[in-house]
């Protein structure tokens, strides 16, 4: 079994930064592509950024220039580190993980999510 945990966000003022981690734990045999998303109150999940196994990313419109995705295969962790930093940033940001158990299950698993409020 696979359990994935996301940390990192909490109060910035506007123009601060944050680093979000994602980190995936248990039977592991390899992590496919990983994204983040966030979902304000009111609005539906939205897609921020996305990295595959190789290393390739991409981000949404909104966010580009300001955030980068990255990830440490070792630990089995990938990263968001957002930069200047804006209200409308404010959402629970969770991350998606493709995983391969060791049994050779593969599927996608959500995290719980983690608050990020950008505020003066």
């Known amino acids: 079994q696979v359990q994935v945990v996301e940390s990192g966000g909490g109060l910035v003022q506007p123009g601060g930064s944050l680093r979000l981690s994602c980190a995936a734990s248990?039977?592991?045999?390899?992590?496919?592509?990983v994204g983040w998303y966030r979902q304000a109150p009111g609005e539906q999940r939205e897609l921020v950024a996305g990295i595959t196994s190789s290393g390739s990313t991409n981000y949404a419109d909104s966010v580009k220039g300001r955030f980068t995705i990255s990830r440490d295969n070792a630990k089995n962790t990938v990263y968001l580190q957002m930069n200047s930093l804006k209200s409308e940033d404010t959402a629970v940001y969770y991350c998606n993980v493709e995983v391969v158990e060791v049994a050779g299950y593969r599927y996608k698993l959500w995290g719980q999510g983690t608050q990020v409020t950008v505020s003066s």
């Open positions: 248990g039977s592991i045999f390899s992590i496919y592509a």
